[in-house]
């Protein structure tokens, strides 16, 4: 995708710890970094507000990594997120990880594709997603220089 095409950025600098003996990320790391960017993703879309307190708990189902080049030491990041489906109990966000360049060109490392299910924390069982969680994350995204057509339905 562009980088037009999220409206959710976010940058940080790669510590040495999360590096290996090879001197690039971790493999495990881009996980670490597409929680990072679903975290602030959805605090920016504030969504735990149209709860109205009501518990919203989320699994993680499937978490997709395609490596596309190297991440170093001490080098920028942005992390851009956006919902791309939404079915009975679940959303499916896609996470891109680029290297932060001065001119701002595209310098993709990594894509991340993660389906997360709303859940019962008593049972760990899926429960059916608030009718609004859709129209929230959909206003959102849409704010994009390009933003989305519409959701899809997982």
């Known amino acids: 995708m562009a980088r037009g095409d999220f409206a959710f950025h976010h940058s940080f600098r ?5 590096t290996d003996a090879q001197g690039v990320v971790f493999n495990a790391r881009y996980l670490d970094y597409a929680d990072v960017a679903v975290t ?3 605090r920016a879309v504030q969504f735990r507000k149209y709860a109205d307190g009501a518990p919203m708990e989320f699994h993680v189902k499937k978490a ?10 001490d080098e920028m990041i942005e992390v851009m997120a956006r919902t791309i489906a939404t079915g009975r109990t679940s959303m499916t966000q896609i996470v891109e990880i680029h290297g932060l360049t001065e001119d ?9 594709d ?7 924390l008593d049972t760990h069982r899926p429960i059916p ?11 959102f995204d849409s704010q994009a220089a390009n933003p ?3 959701l899809a339905e997982a």
């Open 14 to 18: 790669v510590r040495w710890s999360e």
């Open 40 to 42: 602030e993703y959805w």
């Open 64 to 73: 997709t990594v395609t490596w596309f080049a190297p991440i170093k030491p």
């Open 104 to 112: 701002g060109s595209d310098d993709l490392r990594a894509t991340v």
């Open 114 to 120: 993660l389906v997360s299910v709303h859940v019962d």
């Open 129 to 139: 997603l608030p009718d609004w969680v859709k129209d929230v994350f959909t206003a």
């Open 148 to 150: 989305p057509s519409a």
